[in-house]
């Protein structure tokens, strides 16, 4: 399944993972870059969920052979991502500590989860079948 460049999984209909993707401008940065919404049938949204992954509970990422999940994807995208503008560095200066990434992410976490209930959308594991 390993191919040049890099996966990020996501939930498409999460309105912070969307804006997320697309802000942090990591195309500039690393070169080639696939998006893949969670609730697709790509099959490296099986193979994550094989890895163990709950995409419910974090974005994944495929580099290569390397598959990680959650905070230690915005790590690697922080580590990654270009440093034009005032977000982008933001970010950057967040969650390129693994430890500052570790501890924030679960209320991030926390915040998509009520606002998907709030809009009344089903969690990713609830259509995989």
């Keep these: 399944m390993s191919r040049p460049g890099i996966d990020i ?3 498409g209909e999460c309105p912070f993972c969307s804006a997320y993707v697309k802000m942090v401008r990591l195309r500039e940065a690393a070169g080639p870059v696939r998006l893949v919404d969670a609730r697709s049938d ?3 949204v099986g193979e994550m969920r094989r890895r163990g992954f709950d995409l419910d509970q974090g974005m994944g990422m495929r580099i290569g052979d390397d598959y990680v999940h959650g905070d230690q994807v915005m790590q690697r995208i922080a580590m990654m991502s270009s440093a034009s503008g005032a977000l982008n560095r933001l970010h950057a200066w967040i ?4 430890r500052r990434a570790r501890l ?6 926390a915040c998509r989860n009520a606002t998907l209930r709030l809009l009344g959308r089903k969690p990713i594991g609830a259509g995989a079948g």
């Design 9 to 11: 999984v996501y939930d």
């Design 42 to 44: 790509d099959p490296l």
């Design 95 to 98: 969650f390129r500590d693994a």
């Design 104 to 109: 924030l992410y679960p209320g991030l976490r």
